[in-house]
């Protein structure tokens, strides 16, 4: 028998997608689609082929690009429907029915949100970060849910920054301030953390 699609999944181990869906239509946009493309076929791989016959919940953190009256689902089709750099991103990353939502208004995903209590919920002890960019919302959000004791796992093939120095930097600095693990995500054994 199928679960409602509201019913909450426990599980130790949660896939945390920071600001994703977004339509890339900002200062180094341009610069950052190829990379979010990697990322995103990257993701949804990981995504499909890892987390979902273990069912691992997926957590899409995402910013509300200052639209206070939006929700999640606006958002996606802003991206979509609007003829907008990040179009293919959101398309590679389509939320699936079961996925979760948080709204967030700054860099962290913690900041001013839910995300610490449907964590909490769901009783997880590992994230596995992934999203844009490494060096800012990403590295934020790490930073926080350190502070809050959680295991961090932040693979660099599902990190997406201006380059590939900032991104080695910010990868850096979480392994260091964060005791992230930062295999690439095809060198993950969920096992170890469930």
Not at 3 to 24: E, G, Q
Not at 102 to 110: E, L, N, P, Y
Not at 174 to 191: E, F, G, Q, R, V
């Amino acid at each position: 028998m199928n679960k409602p699609a509201d019913f909450p999944d426990k599980s130790k181990v949660v896939l945390i997608i920071i600001d994703m869906i977004n339509d890339l239509e900002f200062e180094d946009g341009e610069k950052m689609l190829s990379p979010a493309l990697e990322a995103a076929r990257n993701i949804a791989a990981f995504k499909e082929e890892q987390l979902k016959n273990r069912s691992i919940p997926t957590i899409y953190v995402n910013d509300n690009f200052g639209k206070w009256r939006s929700d999640f689902r606006q958002l996606v089709s802003h991206v979509l429907d609007d003829g907008v750099r990040g179009e293919e991103v959101t398309r590679i990353l389509h939320p699936d029915e079961d996925d979760y939502f948080v709204i967030k208004a700054r860099h962290s995903g913690f900041f001013g949100t839910t995300l610490e209590t449907l964590l909490q919920h769901l009783g997880a002890e590992t994230l596995i970060l992934a999203g844009l960019t490494g060096d800012m919302c990403v590295q934020f959000t790490a930073q926080d849910a350190h502070m809050r004791q959680f295991n961090l796992i932040i693979p660099p093939d599902l990190i997406v920054c201006a380059d590939e120095k900032t991104k080695q930097t910010a990868i850096s600095q979480m392994a260091l301030t964060c005791k992230a693990a930062t295999p690439c995500s095809s060198d993950i054994n969920l096992d170890e953390y469930l």
